[in-house]
């Protein structure tokens, strides 16, 4: 699974471009050295000064993504302080953290960086030897693991707290984390059948979701009113099954699934969940390519 190569960008506030900021001592510094990262700093700091001029108080501008490190690429500053989020763009495991670090309001405490996963950087095996994304880089150490970073976030940074105080909902929302690798495995293998229509299981996997969503009556999410951790587990696999199936089986899994259809309607209008979406036909091609599908 590779990154692409294209900057996505979303709509954020003028944090954002303060942000991207180089000082002018920082680019002298840089430039001196006359390496591939001075020539990276000096085009950001140009960048950036023209978004600073361009942009008024009460305007929104958009996160410019880092272009993904490759085989080629030095490390950032490791284990300097910061904390990095490790992803690659196409990934959904990632884009579980991605989502929560936007909601929270995270952008500027947890910085990205993509992997390019077909041409790995070395060093990154050395501080994570899974060798895979997500990870994340906190207070010197190195953890991964999609829910469990979804967790920490919420749990260890400020911002919207992303689990309810009610013990019932709280209990539900366990639930639902703890079936969100059943759903996504026998769901994908569906995808990934030599069969032109999902299996049974895939079906009924889709129904519970279904039944989940009708389990509050009081909103949208999972959770009813409130945007949860639940709903960040499953945005990203629910994303690409609506896309894949469709697709690939001529198999609509909004249908005869009103609640799973509003559900979709609503995180659309989350801004923190589209700014990780990537192009349909992109996810398309890299999983047609990826497993051979094509």
């Not at 077909?118 to 030897?129: Q, T």
């Not at 929302?173 to 569906?190: N, P, R, W």
């Not at 199936?245 to 259809?261: A, E, Q, S």
Request: hydrophobic share 40%.
């Amino acid at each position: 699974m590779s990154a692409p190569c294209t900057m996505t960008v979303q709509h954020r506030s003028l944090r954002s471009v303060q942000s991207l900021s180089l000082s002018l001592a920082q680019l002298i510094e840089a430039t001196a050295s006359q390496t591939p990262e001075a020539e990276r700093l000096s085009k950001r700091y140009l960048f950036s000064t023209f978004l600073m001029a361009s942009v008024g108080p009460f305007s929104f501008v958009k996160e410019v993504l880092p272009l993904p490190l490759n085989s080629t690429s030095p490390p950032p500053r490791l284990f300097d302080g910061t904390t990095r989020l490790y992803l690659a763009y196409v990934c959904p495991y990632a884009q579980r953290i991605w989502i929560t670090r936007n909601y929270k309001g995270l952008e500027e405490k947890i910085e990205l960086v993509a992997i390019d996963l077909r041409d790995r950087p070395a060093w990154y095996k050395e501080i994570y030897p899974e060798n895979k994304v997500p990870s994340l880089e906190h207070n010197s150490q190195v953890k991964g693991g999609s829910l469990n970073l979804i967790k920490f976030i919420n749990t260890h940074f400020g911002g919207p707290i992303l689990l309810p105080d009610d013990p019932g909902k709280q209990t539900f929302a366990e639930e639902l984390l703890s079936y969100s690798d059943y759903f996504t495995k026998t769901v994908f293998a569906s995808v990934l059948s030599k069969e032109d229509y999902i299996s049974n299981d895939a079906v009924a996997a889709l129904d519970k979701l279904e039944e989940s969503l009708s389990k509050f009556e009081d909103g949208p999410f999972f959770l009813g009113q409130v945007f949860s951790l639940a709903d960040i587990a499953y945005a990203p696999f629910v994303e690409r099954y609506l896309i894949f199936l469709n697709d690939m089986k001529k198999y609509d899994i909004t249908k005869g699934r009103p609640k799973l259809t509003l559900w979709i309607k609503e995180l659309n209008k989350i801004e923190a969940y589209t700014a990780t979406k990537r192009d349909p036909q992109e996810l398309l091609t890299h999983t047609k390519r990826k497993f051979g599908l094509a």
